[in-house]
């Protein structure tokens, strides 16, 4: 396999390319965990978020990282994630003093209130996406912490993924030259629990799992200039389970779609980005796998078709609380700050349909 670009902007997921190419490319990857021996306290507010029981198993994976105090849910029942954990009210959580970090799991509905809370108590914050059914709420919250010096780590979780940092990488060294488009899709076939809860929000699947998309372009290209949404509905139910948007820039078109009436969704997730000198299409989203073409050789690869399987972590959210222990421990600054979160807040919004 040729090198990769030069070391991953990210700089926390795999390590260096050497270390990445140094890996069988199927098997899984371990964290870096870092060497610093101190541990990171942290609690989970919430267990309704889809990710919830994902989230505080990988924090309990990562012990030598962190030391989880506890979680705070009305829910009972949760789960082999949650045994043996305190269960705690929020306040109770949040006014313990050795209490560093919260990530937030509740209902979309309830999650910028939460943070905002944690914030207040001076807690550092993964947040859940999308983070907001208010843009103005959100974007308070966002600049609050920001004020304070907390970090609020957004649950995009294809930031960690070794493929998208790769194609991050790639786009920022001119490696596809001019970018003109992006084409991307995130779908799957919801069952009726699914569908009842897309039917509460009112931007449908488009906000609450095509947001993932929206800040992967955004990551590329910035906040767009105009936004165009669009939305078919495939039963009578009236559930924003199709829809589309596109998302204009001065050189760039973007078209992202979510379709949760896809039996076949799922495999066909796929992101690809075309520019004058190049394309990489990902495809499966979440696989570490793409088609890298090229019309003049980079590095040491060669001009024309390549296909290429990265080396996946262990769990799908290891690697972002690993990035959220070395921010916190003040060892390297998040690559994603409070005005490209609000960006992204504001376009998810658009793209749904939405009022911001």
Known sequence: MPSLPRRLFLGSLLGASSALLAQTPSAPVSPSIPSSPRRIRIAQIGAEHAHAAGKLEALRHLHPLYDVLGFSSPKTGLGKPFAGLPQLSEDTLLALPE???????????????????????GKHVHLDKPG???????????????????????????????AFQWLFQAVREGWLGDLLEIDAMMGKLANPATR??????????????????????LTLLGKPTEVVA?????????????????????????????????????????????????CVEILPLESGEFTLSLTEPRGTWKAGTHRVKLP????????????LARVIRGEKNYAWNAAHDIAVHETVLRAAGLPV
């Open 196 to 217: 009842q809860s897309l039917a509460s929000l009112e931007g449908g699947g488009m906000f609450e799992l095509a947001c993932h998309l929206v800040d992967a372009v």
């Open 230 to 278: 669009g939305s078919t509905p495939s039963q009578p139910d009236h559930v924003q389970d199709n829809q589309i948007a596109l998302l204009l820039y001065p050189k760039t078109s973007v078209t992202l779609r979510c379709n949760h009436a896809d039996p076949f969704g799922g495999p066909r997730r796929r992101f690809t980005v075309s520019g004058t000198r190049g």
């Open 312 to 323: 996946l972590p262990r769990a799908r959210y290891d690697e972002e609380f690993v990035e």
């Open 99 to 121: 209490l560093e970090a919260v990530t937030i799991e509740t209902r979309v509905e309830d999650s910028c209130a939460a943070a905002q809370r944690a914030i207040d108590a």
């Open 132 to 162: 907001a059914l208010s843009h103005p709420d959100f974007k308070r919250m966002r600049q609050a912490a920001e004020t304070r010096g907390l970090t609020v780590q957004m649950g995009y979780m294809l930031r960690a993924n070794p």
